[in-house]
C-alpha cells in the first residue's frame, strides 16, 4: 500500500501560480504512475495529468494543457504539478493517486492509492 500526501495549495488570483506537491511512501517500489485530479463543488471528479514512472511520459486533460506541467522526483517520491495562468473555473480539491494498469486513461476508479486532497481557490 502506498500513502500519498499532498501540500501546496492555498488562494491566489486569476493568472498565477501555485505548485502542488504530492508525496509517496510505503511500497512505492512496484508503483508504475502517479496522477492528478480534481473536483469543483457541484462537479464530477476529472484526470487533470498523470506521469508514467518508468519512463516520464505525461499525459493531459484538454482543460489544462500548455498551463499545467506534472513532473516527478524519484529521489524524493514526490509528484509536483506546476500550474500557471489559473482561472477560476481551476477552483477545486486537487487529489493526488498512485498506480493503476492503465496510467493515461485518469480514471480515479482504476487507481489503486490516493491522497486526501489539497484545496486550490483561484479568484477573478
Known amino acids: 500500500q502506498v500513502s500519498l500526501v499532498e501540500s501546496g495549495g492555498g488562494s491566489l488570483q486569476a493568472g498565477g501560480s501555485l505548485r502542488l506537491s504530492c508525496t509517496a511512501s510505503g511500497n512505492t517500489y512496484h508503483s508504475n504512475c502517479m496522477a492528478w485530479f480534481r473536483q469543483a463543488p457541484g462537479k464530477e471528479r476529472e484526470g487533470v495529468a498523470s506521469f508514467y514512472l518508468d519512463d516520464g511520459r505525461t499525459y493531459y486533460a484538454d482543460s489544462v494543457k500548455g498551463r499545467f506541467t506534472v513532473s516527478h522526483d524519484n529521489a524524493k517520491n514526490t509528484l509536483y504539478l506546476q500550474m500557471n495562468s489559473l482561472k477560476p473555473e481551476d477552483t477545486a480539491v486537487y487529489y493526488c493517486?498512485?498506480?493503476?494498469?492503465?496510467?493515461?486513461?485518469?480514471?480515479?476508479?482504476?487507481?489503486?492509492?490516493y491522497g486526501q486532497g489539497t484545496q486550490v481557490t483561484v479568484s477573478s
Open positions: 493517486a498512485a498506480d493503476t494498469p492503465r496510467c493515461w486513461h485518469l480514471d480515479w476508479d482504476e487507481f489503486s492509492s
